[in-house]
């Protein structure tokens, strides 16, 4: 199993004072270190976290893999053309949304799909499709020749109780399982924590988790207490020794 980090959030705790820390890609090395299969970053076409220079810093600087999650627009194609990252998964994206709500409207969408999946294909980039975890979605995306599908975990992780967390964890099951037997690699991710990632993980068809807020959101937490010692020693040694 791949683990690819989404490391968005380090840039949207960047993006609430516009500096420049913390930096996505100085987490992506410290993701690297820590076991991350992949580095995995979302240009929004509102730039509201992940910038150009962050894409093409990483580009530089992962030993990885990048994932680019991109809408099909006209302009992220062009770039993702451009940048060559060894995979791109394409998403729905609308502007008013908080982050990515439900999967593509594959069957809806064929032709701009198909387009932008050839495009990406033909630049060399292994290609994959954010869907809901639907036949029809499944079916459509194996017919547009996509690599991959991700399936959209986030129901499973918003599902309250557990009859209902086994429900769309049948959803994500099957839908692997389907996905497979039409040739797609299965990858998963949205809404996974520590706490209910576990039987996704499990699933043997799936190959590839994407996981941001809940390590970006660990991290925080585990990093302040060293982060507090670290400015306490500075502002003790600044009053023992003066400047
Ligand atoms: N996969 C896709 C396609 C996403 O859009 C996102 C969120 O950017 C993720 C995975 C990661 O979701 P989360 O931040 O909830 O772990």
Redesign the pocket.
């Known amino acids: 199993m791949r683990l690819y980090i989404?490391v968005?959030h380090v840039a949207t705790v960047r993006e609430a004072r516009r500096t420049d820390e913390p930096d996505p890609v100085r987490a992506a090395v410290l993701a690297e270190l820590g076991g991350a299969d992949g580095i995995t970053v979302?240009l929004r076409e509102d730039r509201r976290h992940i910038h150009e220079r962050d894409v093409e810093l990483l580009l530089g600087t992962v030993r990885t893999v990048v994932n680019l999650?991109l809408s099909a627009s006209e302009e992220i194609l062009g770039l993702a053309e451009r940048w060559q990252p060894m995979q791109a998964?394409l998403?729905p994206e609308r502007r008013e949304e908080v982050?990515?709500e439900g999967g593509l409207d594959v069957p809806g969408g064929r032709e701009r799909l198909r387009e932008a999946l050839d495009r990406l294909a033909s630049a060399g980039i292994r290609t994959s499709l954010?869907i809901d975890p639907d036949p029809d979605a499944i079916e459509a995306s194996a017919e547009l020749g996509a690599d991959a599908v991700?399936l959209h975990t986030g129901e499973y992780a918003n599902a309250v109780g557990l009859e209902a967390r086994a429900r769309q964890l049948g959803r994500l099951r099957d839908a692997a399982v389907r996905g497979r037997e039409a040739g797609l690699a299965i990858h998963a991710?949205?809404?996974?924590t520590f706490e209910n990632v576990v039987p996704v993980a499990a699933l043997p068809e799936c190959e590839e988790l994407?996981?941001?807020?809940?390590i970006v959101s660990r991290a925080v937490l585990t990093g302040m207490e060293a982060a507090v010692r670290d400015m306490r020693r500075l502002v003790d040694d600044a009053r023992r020794f003066g400047a």
């Not at 991710?189 to 996974?192: E, P």
């Not at 994407?210 to 809940?214: K, L, M, T």
């Open positions: 989404n968005d979302h999650e998964t998403v982050t990515t954010f991700e991710g949205h809404g996974l994407n996981i941001g807020h809940s």
